[in-house]
């Protein structure tokens, strides 16, 4: 392994970039560790790994099962405790993989020496695809699953800012006038759901174009865990992204792709850093390439 390999592949020595929702913190190499954290957010996605830096986020959104996204959950939990961190993080994990996380989660517990009289689970919120959930602390933001293809039960997510906004009919009228209204019950106001960060988590390719409202998030996180001409069907058989989907989906949706960065992740850990740049810059098409970054 090069020198370069040992470095991106340190799940500690977290990635930073800044965007214009939220910087973002984390690591996500496959097979190694995946988590992403959006401090500005307070929210994090996947716990593969748990470093202090994680600690403060009080929502944190489970994508499916594997190890390398899920085994630091409790870890999570526990190192805010010893802490004293006294608010509880909750955990948005997929409804059909909730059951099994309680026992993972218990026995996991118990493996630990907790008693069965002292053990209490976390706050676990299980969610639907297509289910808008405020998040717990952070009333203006909400979490919306949506199915994605992979290898087990699994899914992506997009996190909206929640707002009101005054009514086109309204937006004239003086600030006597929308008193008025307001006294005399009219609801002059209307909900409003921007789109700031989407992330696909682990999926095929084909996960883009089956959602591909993911492409007006300011941000999207999308995996591409395989970069080489003859390697599309080795991604279909693991579940996973080869960057040719990924360009398929931006030609395909032109001008109907909004996002301002394209975040690439969850690269092969067979793949060197330069490796990886080089088959971005060949590959993005020239009008995308302003907008993707590889999270390295």
């Keep these: 392994m090069t020198t370069e390999s040992k470095y991106i592949h340190n799940a500690l020595k977290q990635v930073r970039l800044t965007t214009s929702v939220s910087s973002v913190q984390g690591f996500s190499i496959s097979g190694l560790a995946t988590y992403m954290q959006f401090p500005e957010l307070d929210f994090c996605v996947d716990m593969g790994e748990c470093p202090l830096s994680a600690t403060p986020m009080n929502h944190v959104f489970l994508t499916h099962a594997h190890g390398d996204h899920a085994r630091c959950l409790m870890r999570h939990h526990s190192l805010r405790k010893m802490m004293g961190v006294e608010r509880d993080s909750v955990y948005y994990i997929p409804k059909s ?13 118990m493996f630990e020496g ?6 209490r689970y976390p706050e676990i919120e299980p969610v639907k695809a297509m289910e808008r959930i405020p998040l717990r602390y952070r009333k203006d933001l909400v979490l919306e699953p949506f199915e994605v293809k992979h290898s087990i039960p699994a899914m992506g997510a997009t996190l909206y800012l929640h707002k009101r906004k005054l009514k086109d009919e309204y937006l004239g009228k003086t600030p006597a006038e929308i008193i008025e209204l307001r006294t005399s019950g009219v609801e002059i106001t209307r909900e409003v759901y921007e789109p700031l960060v989407s992330v696909m988590g682990d999926c095929l390719g084909e996960s883009l174009l089956e959602n591909p409202h993911v492409f007006k998030s300011k941000v ?9 001409d003859d390697e599309q069907q080795m991604a279909h ?10 360009v398929k ?19 092969s850990m067979k793949y060197s850093e330069r490796h990886i740049q080089e088959a971005i810059a060949e590959k993005i098409p020239e009008r995308f390439k302003g907008k993707v970054v590889a999270f390295l």
């Design 249 to 267: 989906a931006l030609i395909k949706l032109g001008d109907e792709v909004k996002c301002e960065q394209i975040i690439l992740s969850h690269f």
């Design 237 to 246: 058989k693991k579940g996973h992204t080869h960057i040719d989907s990924i």
């Design 97 to 109: 993989i909730s059951d099994g996380a309680k026992a993972w989660i218990k026995a996991e517990a």
């Design 114 to 119: 907790v008693g069965e009289a002292k053990f």
């Design 220 to 228: 999207l996180v999308t995996e591409c865990t395989f970069l080489d």
